[in-house]
């Protein structure tokens, strides 16, 4: 396609052909398809966006790594709504991680944002590609309704509704505007306030008990290190010297950053001294972990503008002193 | 059009006209969501006119007719067409529609909006998909202005008009879009106004069974927005204005379809040529380059698949 804004609501129009689709960009390519993410979000369109963050803002530092763009990817289009965002820390996350990413969008109906940064998107190393067979692929789940039955956003039981797709009869209508479960155009508070919530309602388990993390030495941690992508693989050296140095401290490593996993954060925080949060941001995730924490335990920012990674050494000495 | 000619007509999924309508257009239409938004005297409800009269004429199954719409008053179209249907976003609709038509290729894909959406915000979109020669069939209403918003100038206000953001004069040039969509690659190219409505319906009808980029530009009026504040009159004037200054000039040279405040208005058939379309290059491309190797790509039948 022509440009950003082309890609990302092509993708759209072939996922409403029956296709899954998906586009690739970095920081401002991301910038650019901020409205469809948006319109994929309100149409409920399930699709792939990857970002392979740079430093920013602007222009920024092409082929340089940053995580400067999750808050972006929660809250970059106007208007409430939800997304699933996902952060691989390796090629073969990269490869397991969009096949999920995939599922999660059909099973949800959501936009799922891929949030890699330059290291974890130039990175080299071995891939293993199971079989197509072996690999669980959620399929788009097509109303068995036939069309004079069917309403295009009457949710499930799960709030989810089920799809359609061009060309099988079904005449149905789809647009950005707010809309009822006919998929009319509804300016009608009701309608809004009713169809708006089910956006980020339908999400609850991703924030819940299906979010996505890798952890160790959790069960007697006082003091935890919360990173993902490249951050992540920074921080699991300096986790290994503290450890050495006897100090308990744990690893959480975020892969479902959006929605944020809130719950898993909650326990955390009634029984760990200090959350330590590395990121290539100036703080980001970071005010996630502290709404979480709910000043429970002790949050230490470790921000870092970007161009380079943190030294595994400043992670470790802020995890010294948080242990202190 | 009667009811014996509809009886006539043989489309593979048969349209039954209810003996209650009131006008044989409805079955084309989303009868629950009228009324619609249109002003007295807006030109966009004849163009819905020709273009149900179109598919009608047209035979095709409609279920596999989708329409895509952009943003602004001739956006509102695919809200109420009954086919599968398509309301996007501001100066998107074409990128959708080539998603769209490349996932499915079966489908007829007509993209229907105005000409703020179409060549201002989405002008980029408009000129690589003619490059392409992407397989859509583009229905452009061009009422001159940014109608929704309030009239604003846009890229085909003529000069010397006075617009909501040029209440001293617009002195910017027009865009000339049969002469855009000619330079950029459309393999079809015609222009008339909703005086034209026979001319209309026909071309609408022609492109509908065409392969590759086609375009109709269809003359608009908009009294609210434009003739008013130009003392221009209603819209009824403007169906003399189109009446009296419209010369049928099939195969004019694109550069003299320029449009003014009161001048001649040249409308016909300009672009009419056989291009390779997309799906065509893309296909003898790859067999050219991998031989027995490619494969189409698979387009599962129907949801059941």
Redesign the interface.
């Known amino acids: ?3 950003e ?3 990302s ?11 899954k ?1 998906f586009t690739v960009t970095s920081g401002p390519g991301f910038s650019l398809m901020m ?2 993410i948006g ?1 994929a979000a309100m149409t409920e369109t399930p699709c792939v966006f990857v970002n392979v963050q740079r430093g920013g803002p602007s222009t920024g530092l092409p082929t340089l790594p940053a995580q400067a763009d999750m808050m972006q990817a929660k809250w970059g289009s106007h208007g409430d709504y939800g997304v699933i965002a996902l952060c691989p820390n390796s090629p073969q996350e990269c490869f397991d991680l969009t096949v999920t990413g995939f599922n999660l969008a059909e099973e949800f109906r959501v936009p799922v944002m891929m949030m890699l940064d330059e290291c974890v998107g130039h990175m080299t190393e071995k891939v293993v590609i199971p079989e197509a067979e072996k690999i669980e692929i959620t399929p ?1 789940r ?2 068995k309704l036939p069309p004079e039955e069917f309403r295009l956003f009457q949710p499930r039981a799960d709030k989810v509704p089920d ?15 707010t809309h009822d479960e006919r998929g ?2 509804s300016m009608n508070v009701d309608t809004q306030d009713r169809s708006i919530r089910r956006l980020q309602e339908k999400l609850a388990p991703m924030a819940d008990g299906r979010a996505l993390c890798d952890t160790e030495h959790l069960e007697d941690a006082e003091v935890v290190v919360v990173s993902y992508g490249i951050t992540s693989r920074v921080a699991q050296r300096a986790l290994q010297l503290a450890r050495e140095q006897g100090i308990r401290a744990g690893k959480f490593r975020i892969i479902s950053a959006w929605p944020f996993p809130e719950q898993r954060f909650r326990e955390l925080a009634g029984r760990v001294k200090a959350f330590v949060v590395p990121e290539l941001n100036l703080g980001q995730m970071v005010l996630e972990v502290e709404r979480a924490a709910q000043g429970r335990a002790a949050v230490i920012p470790l921000s870092h503008a970007g161009g380079g990674v943190h030294q595994p050494a400043t992670i470790l000495k802020a995890i010294v002193e948080a242990a202190r | 059009m009667n009811e014996a000619t509809i009886e006539k007509a043989t489309l593979e ?1 048969p349209v039954e006209i209810p003996a209650d309508a009131v006008n044989p257009v409805e079955p084309f239409l ?1 009868m ?2 009228m009324p619609h938004i249109w002003c007295p005297g807006c030109g966009i409800g004849t163009t819905v006119n020709c273009f149900t009269r179109a598919l009608l004429a047209s035979k095709r199954n ?3 007719v ?1 329409i ?1 719409s952009g943003i602004g008053c001739t956006g509102r179209v ?2 109420y067409a ?8 501001h ?2 609709a074409i ?10 290729p ?2 007829d894909v007509v993209v229907y909006s105005g000409d703020g959406d179409l060549f201002a915000i989405g002008g ?2 408009f000129i ?1 998909a003619a490059r392409r020669n992407m397989d859509l069939k583009v229905i452009c209403v061009n009422n001159l202005t940014y109608a929704m918003t309030g009239g604003q100038t846009a890229p085909t206000t003529p000069g010397k008009v006075t617009s909501a953001t040029a209440p001293y004069g617009v002195f910017e040039p027009a865009f000339n879009l049969v002469a855009l969509a000619e330079a950029a690659g459309a393999a079809y190219v015609a222009r008339w106004t909703t005086y034209h409505v026979k001319q209309l319906s026909r071309a609408m009808e022609e492109i509908l069974g065409r392969k590759g980029f086609c375009f109709i530009e269809v003359l608009s009026p908009c009294p609210t927005l434009y003739q008013r504040r130009n003392k221009m009159g209603d819209g009824l004037d403007a169906m003399k204005y189109y009446k009296e200054a419209s010369k049928i000039r099939h195969g004019a040279r694109a550069s003299e379809c320029d449009l003014t405040r009161d001048g001649e208005i040249v409308v016909g058939k300009f672009v009419d040529r056989e291009r390779p379309d997309y799906g065509e290059l893309l296909r003898s491309q790859m067999t050219e380059t991998l031989g027995d190797k490619y494969a189409e790509p698979e ?2 039948c ?3 698949c």
């Open positions: 396609m022509e440009d804004l082309a890609s609501i092509a993708i759209q129009g072939a996922v409403w052909g029956g296709a689709a409205e469809h319109y788009r097509f109303t799809m359609v797709r061009a060309g099988d009869g079904y005449r149905f209508h789809v647009t950005g505007l009319y155009p | 999924v989303r629950d969501r409609l279920d596999k989708a895509v695919a809200g009954r086919l599968d249907s398509f309301h996007t976003t100066g998107r990128p959708f529609a080539t998603g769209l038509k490349l996932a499915n079966e489908l980029n979109h690589h387009v599962s129907c949801s059941e």
